[in-house]
């Protein structure tokens, strides 16, 4: 079955880069997701990337795919206060009409003025 | 923005009480997914549903049903809420690139 694992802390100062990072087994995901969930909050979408992608960059925001390894990284650049929150990935498998999205357990960021 | 709302973000029962959360979502999506979120278990889904009146179970969905009768809400419902119900609730909608959207969550506490 469909497995997505996650280290469960990274602690990062300021200003410093995050990397955080996720393994997933199946091999047939179609789409891979970073989400952030803030205290008390609900998940909100990151970024994601179609499977047949290397890296995809978004402002602070860079995301790598190993697909041969099957491991995804999210990096952030010059990390803020702001940025602590929980990262999810997930994957998303199947084709065609609804396909099984599975996430991991989430990475606590934390960032050290 | 699309945006989910879920009825309550702070709900308190009893054990035995039958407990309704309702989520909303005004981007007209298919397909609607309730979770719940527990320390060091990440997100379990519970049910989902691809269109008015289908249900799908998730991974877990003893002690649960859901309802949804219109396409924009989803219900869950816990018909005899127990203590190990007790976890943070989040519903989502799946948008074109199946990213999901979630509402800011429901912490249930049952006594």
């Known amino acids: 079955g469909e497995d997505v694992e996650q280290s469960l802390f990274l602690s990062v100062r300021e200003g410093d880069s995050s990397v955080i990072n996720c393994t997933y087994t199946?091999?047939?995901?179609?789409?891979l997701y970073w989400y952030k969930q803030e205290p008390g909050a609900g998940l909100q979408l990151l970024t994601y990337?179609?499977?047949?992608?290397d890296m995809k960059q978004d402002q602070r925001l860079t995301v790598l795919l190993n697909k041969k390894d099957k491991h995804l990284s999210l990096r952030i650049a010059d990390t803020q206060t702001g940025d602590s929150a929980i990262y999810f990935c997930?994957?998303?498998?199947?084709?065609?009409?609804?396909?099984?999205?599975?996430f991991g357990t989430g990475t606590k960021l934390q960032v050290i003025p | 923005d699309v945006k989910v709302t879920q009825s309550s973000r702070y709900l308190v029962k009893r054990t035995g009480e039958k407990v309704f959360l309702e989520c909303v979502q005004d981007m007209d999506h298919e397909n609607m997914f309730w979770y719940r979120q527990d320390p060091g278990l990440g997100l379990r889904l519970i049910y989902f549903s691809y269109d008015v009146k289908m249900k799908e179970k998730g991974d877990i969905p003893e002690g649960y049903s859901v309802s949804r009768e219109k396409k924009e809400r989803f219900s869950l419902i816990l018909e005899s809420a127990s203590t190990n119900q007790t976890s943070m609730y989040l519903c989502?909608?799946?948008?074109?690139?199946?990213?999901?959207?979630f509402g800011p969550g429901t912490r249930l506490t049952v006594l």
């Open positions: 989502a909608s799946l948008g074109g690139y199946n990213e999901q959207f």
């Open positions: 997930a994957e998303s498998i199947g084709s065609g009409g609804y396909q099984k999205v599975t």
């Open positions: 990337i179609f499977s047949n992608m």
């Open positions: 199946d091999s047939s995901s179609t789409y």
